[in-house]
């Protein structure tokens, strides 16, 4: 998922300390974790653990993927980026989407948010775009600052932006009958969600020097980008990789909890 270079520089001097100070073995409350480690120059908050339920978020900058590859390296969901704003398609949007299913990849599709368009035309975009699937995961808000967007760099106050994030969230959900998720940046969360503000819906946290409860506090969670530098089978450069906040029994309680009313009648 974009990333601005404030933050990324930011990630890159809390990942830097962390090894200056010396890597102990990080653990989550509900899913195994191995003991953190440094690769080359890339520093891993945690491992994958065989029995954690792990993921992927991918778009055109993974290029071509081989999703039986990704599928045989203990990859259970993908979220693919679908859209963004409300002219914008990615481009590798519907081979990643077909191709996760064919290969048995549970998979959902994510929006990213462009802070210059109104909640409403970002929502009839995704619907536009994306396929109403029910076996597809609920779908996913990506919104973040963008400083280094060339066209949009602007913070709305949190009254307007939160009526336009409500706004996308009450057509996708009733549209797809599946509660969406948040996924958030760590400035973004502390300047906007802190506050309490969208607690009844999931949220997907990026935090990549440190676990989630450092960075988000007592804010309950559901997934976790933990790094943006993972290898996985099938994707020839760096990953984005997740995981879900519990075992394969609440992976799939929450599922069946995404599903809060049934889909609008009427077909594309």
Known sequence: ????????FRSAVLALSALLVGCSALSMDDAPVRTATRKGADFEIRQPSKTAVEGIDVSYFQEAVNWNAV???NIRFAYIKATEGGDRVDQRFADNYVGAAEAGVLRGAYHFWYHCRSGAEQAAWYIQNVPRDQSALPPVLDIEWTPTSPTCTKRPPAAQLHADMQAFLDTVEAYYGKRPVIYTTIDFFEDRLADGAFSNYPLWVRSTAA????????????????TSTGRVAGIAGKADRNVFNGSEAAFQQFLAGSNVAPAMVAER
């Open 71 to 73: 599928k045989g390296d």
């Open 211 to 226: 676990e989630p409860h450092e960075r988000y506090g007592s804010r309950p969670w559901h997934f976790w980008q933990y």
């Open 1 to 8: 998922m974009v990333k601005s270079r404030s933050f990324a």
